[in-house]
C-alpha cells in the first residue's frame, strides 16, 4: 500500500498555480533555459598586464556562428543558428525546426587597441585576447574659476 497526499479541490476550478506549473515543468530545453534564465552563454573576464581575456562557454557551435563586432567602444559578440530536420515516409512526414541565438555586449575601456583582438574557438570555448595599449601622454589638470 502506498501513501498519496492528497487535497481537496473544486474540480472544476484547478488552482491557476499548477496549471503554470505544469505547463513549466516540460522537459523541453527552451522552456528549461527560459525558466532558469540560463539562455546566454557563461563569460569569463580576466584582466592580465598586458590584456584583456574573454572566454565564452558555447559548446556545439562552429567557428562560423559567431559575430563578433567593436563598435564606438563596445565589443558584441552574438550568434544565431538554424536547424532543419525533416523525416518523410510513406505514411507521415515530420519536419522540425530549431532557432537558437544570443548577443553579449561589453564596454571596452580607453586603454585596449581594438583593432588587435584575437579570436579563437576550440573545445567549445570562444577565446578573445584584447591587447592593452600604454598611455602615454597624461592631460594636465585643469583648473576652473566658479564665477
Do not use: H
Request: glycine share 2%; hydrophobic share 35%.
Amino acid at each position: 500500500m502506498s501513501l498519496i497526499k492528497w487535497k481537496k479541490r473544486n474540480a472544476m476550478f484547478p488552482n491557476v498555480n499548477s496549471i503554470f506549473d505544469n505547463f513549466f515543468a516540460d522537459d523541453d530545453a527552451l522552456f528549461r533555459k527560459w525558466k532558469n534564465g540560463s539562455a546566454f552563454p557563461s563569460v569569463n573576464v580576466k584582466n592580465e598586464e598586458d590584456c584583456f581575456c574573454l572566454e565564452v562557454a558555447a559548446p556545439g557551435l562552429k567557428k562560423d556562428d559567431f559575430k563578433v563586432e567593436v563598435d564606438k567602444g563596445v565589443l558584441t559578440i552574438s550568434s544565431e543558428t538554424e536547424k532543419e530536420e525533416k523525416e518523410e515516409t510513406e505514411d507521415f512526414t515530420r519536419q522540425e525546426f530549431s532557432y537558437s541565438s544570443f548577443s553579449r555586449s561589453f564596454w571596452l575601456p580607453e586603454d585596449v587597441k581594438d583593432d588587435d583582438i584575437d579570436a579563437t574557438y576550440e573545445d567549445g570555448i570562444l577565446k578573445l585576447v584584447i591587447p592593452k595599449e600604454k598611455i602615454t601622454t597624461k592631460k594636465e589638470v585643469k583648473k576652473i574659476t566658479i564665477k
